[in-house]
T-cell receptor, first 109, second 115 residues
């Protein structure tokens, strides 16, 4: 199984860029890296997914270095509503999804 | 369209009782996943289905846990002889098919409290 490690918590302020890094040392060569967002009392929600280099959508960017042993979720200009727990997901070359422990992001006014 | 639904939303039971948790996936999604999320913890994978088959049951915590899926749609997670440590939120997710690269759509979860 893949093993993912990410910071337990982060703090930021409105309007700042936030970068959350996840390490996944034993990711398989054909694995995607996916990030989810979870608000209290809700199920996680898909944010972004990538395989290599950089992926950008309307809410975030995902940076994956060439060795693919880590990935960084970048949230531009965060607002209070971005306060949530963010999970990275790797599959470890199997059909078993391994979520990280999650990073609790708190955005301050 | 309708998302993933789970029922009940909350379940309070006494230690030793059996409980059944239900998941209705998005129509047409062949893969279905069950996770457990204890208070303040991450998502613990329990089991997944591809169609009606569960290729890997190694994530189930003990033999008191079982799951089935019928008709390639609804799934039921059953916990027998519940213990207090079973208290958690049980999340279900579905995707077009199994494996990486397929976005998982999560339900709101069932909060289970074992007294």
């Amino acid at each position: 199984l893949a093993k993912t490690t990410q910071p337990i918590s982060m703090d930021s302020y409105e309007g700042q860029e936030v970068n959350i890094t996840c390490s996944h040392n034993n990711i398989a060569t054909n694995d995607y890296i996916t990030w989810y967002q979870q608000f209290p009392s809700q199920g996680p929600r898909f944010i972004i997914q990538g395989y290599k280099t950089k992926v950008t959508n309307e809410v975030a960017s995902l940076f994956i270095p060439a060795d693919r042993k880590s990935s960084t979720l970048s949230l531009p200009r965060v607002s209070l509503s971005d306060t949530a727990v963010y999970y990275c997901l790797a599959w470890g070359g199997s059909y078993i999804p391994t979520f990280g422990r999650g990073t609790s992001l708190i955005v301050h006014p | 369209g309708a998302g993933v639904s789970q029922s009940p939303s909350n379940k309070v039971t006494e230690k030793g009782k059996d409980v059944e948790l239900r998941c209705d996936p998005i129509s047409g999604h062949t893969a279905l996943y069950w996770y457990r999320q204890s208070l303040g913890q991450g998502l613990e994978f329990l089991i997944y289905f591809q169609g009606n088959s569960a290729p890997d049951k190694s994530g189930l915590p003990s033999d008191r846990f079982s799951a089935e899926r019928t008709g390639g749609s609804v799934s039921t997670l059953t916990i027998q002889r519940t213990q207090q440590e079973d208290s958690a939120v049980y999340l279900c997710a579905s995707s077009h098919t199994s494996g990486g690269g397929n976005e998982q759509f999560f339900g709101p979860g069932t909060r289970l409290t074992v007294l």
